[in-house]
């Protein structure tokens, strides 16, 4: 399957940016908006680049049947340690598979899920396109596909809070920049990520900010507490609240949305 690319960077990733203030709150709200959208446990899920689990893990304690696909081998050891720390009866709904996101309807051979999640992995794709196309293909009818991505809109508000300022002058017509992890990445925008995913016949339902005022506080300079769980709690109910309204959401730097494919989309 080629080098794993992420093989430098699953123990910062896994162990250090989820331990944070920001790792949390990302799993939280994430979390919250998903369980307003999918249906009841035992639903099955497919996470598409899911990494280390952080995101469907949670979900398969919750009831859920999880299988979580990614190419990266690193990743997927993070993911085997994690899920041998999770309750038995959570571990036996629980299927890793290594398998590149561009062929995920033919890894999980056909199956077809009532929830299709994508967090975080568009952005390391030159062109969205094929991706979308494999989670709208391995939704079933009637099932949710879910997208998180960096938003295009906000491109120049880290630089500008790191007082980067001719960085930040650049910015406000970019796509791409080099992330926290040091990896490149690109952005897009709510109308474009929907236009796709209708066009492959899921409707967009909503959409939601994810990280606003926790990431732009980091970037400014600021030290969050993880240990502190009183304060580390009301910067997630905050979180959750600002994602859902305008115009806070607009304003965050990641979106999340989420679509509902149709009874009589193709398979």
Sequence with gaps: MGEDTWADLADQFAD??????????????????????????PASVLDVGGGAGH?????????????????????????????????????????????DGSNAAEAVKGQRFAAVLCHGVLGYLEHPEPLVDQLCQCAAA???????TGNARTMAVRPALEQRWDDALASFDARTEIGVLGVPGRADTVEELSELMLSRGVEPLHWYGVWLFVDWLEFSGAKLDPTDSKQVAATAAVELEAG???PYRQLSRVFHLVGRKGNSAPA
């Design 16 to 41: 250090e940016a989820y331990a944070s203030v920001k790792g949390y709150v990302r799993t939280y709200v994430m979390h919250h908006q998903l369980l307003e959208h999918l249906p009841a446990p």
């Design 55 to 99: 995101q469907s893990f949670p979900l398969a304690q919750a009831g859920y049947d999880v299988t979580l696909l990614d190419s990266s081998p690193a990743m997927l050891h993070k993911a085997h340690q994690r899920l041998q720390r999770l309750p038995d009866e959570a571990q036996r709904r629980v299927t890793l598979l290594e398998a």
């Design 142 to 148: 009637d099932g949710i596909v879910s997208i998180m």
């Design 244 to 246: 859902r309204r305008d």
